[in-house]
């Protein structure tokens, strides 16, 4: 499955970097890019019950998904 979530806060490389380490370490995520330019989080998963938990590790993280 994929899913392109859009985010607020994202301003830099670093952020896209941060969002992306985070996100990629949940179980069952596969693939991550985020885009600040774009203000979007693009992710392939395994399974739906995972975007809780991703939009959770972007809240954490000090983003917003919208």
């Known amino acids: 499955m994929e ?7 994202m301003h830099c ?5 941060l969002l992306t380490d985070s ?15 774009k203000g979007t989080v693009t ?4 399974d739906e019950s995972i ?3 991703v939009k959770k590790t972007i809240d954490k993280e000090g ?3 919208v």
């Open 13 to 17: 490389k670093s952020c896209e970097m």
């Open 43 to 46: 992710l392939s998963y395994s």
């Open 23 to 37: 996100i990629s370490e949940i179980k069952g995520v596969k693939k991550v890019n985020a885009d600040s330019k």
């Open 63 to 65: 983003y917003k998904v």
């Open 3 to 9: 899913k392109t979530l859009n985010v607020t806060g």
């Open 51 to 53: 975007l809780e938990t």
